[in-house]
């Protein structure tokens, strides 16, 4: 009922940029928060940085100053801009999104497919 497309991984070297986006669409009738994590090999998922329907965000505190989430209400897609990238960001980078749906009540969490991210020393 819901899609999620994500875009904008790739190589980068230390100290680059990337920017990330992730579009949603299907039956949505609102969207709540939307977020992005990340897993690197070997470890958990993570939660990156989250932002609210009204614009306020949290990080994790490894991404503070460094990256910046933002989102497009009009189009259903979240932003995640990189800077000062360095090799430990390296990792596979999911979009989620919390959204109402037009026919069900209650909320419901999706998550994109998945970009990778990797950042060379």
Do not use: H
Request: hydrophobic share 35%; charged share 15%; glycine share 12%.
């Amino acid at each position: 009922q819901v899609q999620l497309v994500e875009s904008g991984g790739g190589l980068v070297q230390a100290g680059g940029s990337l920017r990330l986006s992730c579009a949603a669409s299907g039956s949505i009738f609102s969207i709540d928060a939307m977020g992005w994590f990340r897993q690197a090999p070997g470890k958990q998922r993570e939660l990156v940085a989250v932002i609210s329907s009204g614009g306020s965000t949290n990080y994790a505190d490894s991404v503070k100053g460094r990256f910046t989430a933002s989102r497009d209400n009009a189009k259903n897609t979240v932003f995640l801009q990189m800077n000062s990238l360095k090799p430990e960001d390296t990792a596979v980078y999911y979009c989620n999104v919390v959204v109402r749906i037009a026919t069900m009540t209650g909320l419901y969490n999706y998550w994109g497919q998945g970009t990778q991210v990797t950042v060379s020393s």
